[in-house]
């Protein structure tokens, strides 16, 4: 059974910084595309980051270029999102999510709350 437990969430002033980790159990973790998206009250979930299998490259959306940065560890099945340089703007639920490939099932965590507030 697939699982995905995010965790590091929380209140941070704008300008500051948090670390968001996800646990992956009950998949071959390294063969999944990992990433991670967002949704603020009242919107859409949005694509954040993702890190490829073996060899691909990170992908980003523009809002976090340079912001974000997402890394996996196909030895501890784990994937984070260090973020800096948060914006009010920032604030939403974050999602962990798995993907084999292109048509594949995408599973979700239960998501973790980011609030950038002064």
């Known amino acids: 059974q697939v699982q995905l437990v995010e965790s590091g969430g929380g209140l941070v002033q704008p300008g500051g910084s948090l670390k968001l980790s996800c646990a992956a159990s009950?998949?071959?973790?390294?063969?999944?595309?990992m990433s991670w998206y967002r949704q603020a009250p009242g919107k859409e979930r949005v694509f954040v980051a993702s890190a490829g299998t073996i060899g691909g490259s990170p992908a980003y959306s523009d809002f976090v270029q340079d912001r974000f940065t997402i890394l996996r560890n196909n030895a501890e099945n784990t994937v984070t999102l260090k973020m800096h340089s948060l914006k009010p703007e920032d604030t939403a639920v974050y999602y962990c999510?798995?993907?084999?490939?292109?048509?594949?099932?995408?599973?979700w965590g239960q998501g973790t709350q980011v609030t950038v507030s002064s």
């Open positions: 999510s798995a993907r084999q490939g292109p048509g594949g099932t995408r599973y």
């Open positions: 009950g998949f071959t973790f390294s063969n999944y595309v």
